[in-house]
């Protein structure tokens, strides 16, 4: 009798186990991933961390490039699923309807310490254009040019508000739009001859390593406190965590860091890597990674994740 207890307590433990891990798996809705695409290069670098992991879990992956106005109302019509690179406080105002009224859902916050404003290289800084009320001082140095990234990005939005602003007197100065590519070739070459210039500088990004650059103080109204201090965190559309659950576990569980985010930004930048070559460099240099990324995370047939992924990435 107590034997056949034992044999009976083992296989209900078993059969709920199983019970429980097939029950994770997301129904087949789930597995098109549709992540927003903003064309930023962490963003590039996060979402090569997204494809590179869920692949090998059956899951396929989309990334449609879209402007960043456009990707919280694509959200908002469930036109795509996920967007990993909300920036916090320079989105707060064009999501605030979209969370408001719950058709984006705000499902985790990725990374803390983050941070984007106004920057110049150091040679600049130390003669004298330290602060935001500074740059008038040298609009001739500085062509009455400041340089933003590509058309439509809310650190350009920003740098528009404060042309606009009176307390800087900068009415006289044009916002030059380009790519973020184009504008890091600007500043390098301004660098060698030792030409002025103010561009959109932000962390993580190896930009920060390349270049001998500093932060201006003064832009809180802009950019908010602590010279752009930034949190980021993963948009969704409503619903999306409970429609796929499995896929719910893994986003949240999706953390970055400042140092991590470079790096891997750094070989796309300097390497010439796409995002899930930079991701898949990242993971065999850091194989540790894979466990906690997908820790409580199963595939799309309920197997779990974590070695089906070392296979793929380590045992190539």
């Not at 540790?288 to 309920?302: A, P």
Request: net charge negative.
């Amino acid at each position: 009798m107590i034997i056949a207890r034992i044999h009976s307590i083992a296989f209900a433990a078993a059969l709920s186990l199983l019970t429980s891990t097939a029950m994770a798996a997301d129904p087949e809705a789930c597995r098109t991933v549709r992540m927003a695409d903003g064309a930023w290069t962490d963003n590039v670098a996060q979402n090569g961390v997204a494809k590179v992991l869920l692949e090998p879990l059956g899951y396929q992956i989309t990334t449609p490039l879209l402007a960043a106005p456009i990707i919280y109302a694509s959200l908002k019509n469930k036109d795509i699923d996920i967007f990993l690179n909300s920036w916090s406080p320079s989105v707060d105002s064009l999501v605030k309807p979209y969370l408001d009224e719950g058709s984006v859902v705000r499902l985790a916050d990725t990374m803390t310490g983050a941070k984007w404003t106004l920057a110049v290289p150091r040679y600049v800084y130390d003669a004298g254009l330290k602060n935001f009320a500074d740059i008038k001082t040298y609009k001739e140095k500085l062509g009455n040019k400041i340089y933003g990234i590509e058309p439509g990005n809310d650190g350009n939005q920003a740098i528009l508000n404060l042309l606009k602003d009176e307390r800087f007197g900068l009415k006289d100065f044009d916002l030059v739009e380009s790519s973020e590519q184009a504008m890091l070739s600007e500043v390098a070459r301004k660098m060698v001859t030792k030409d002025w210039i103010v561009f959109m500088g932000w962390a993580p990004h190896p930009m920060n390593v390349k270049f001998d650059m500093a932060y201006l103080d003064g832009g809180d109204d802009f950019f908010g406190p602590d010279q752009g201090g930034a949190t980021i965190w993963t948009a969704t559309r409503a619903g999306y965590a409970e429609d796929c659950p499995n896929l719910g576990t893994f986003f949240k569980g999706l953390k970055f860091t400042v140092a991590l985010e470079s790096q891997m930004m750094g070989y796309i930048l300097d390497d010439g890597l796409d995002g899930p070559g930079a991701a898949t460099k990242y993971i065999k240099e850091h194989p540790e990674t894979i466990d906690t990324w997908l820790k409580d995370v199963v595939s799309m047939d309920g197997k779990e994740a974590a070695p089906l992924v070392k296979a793929a990435i380590l045992q190539k």
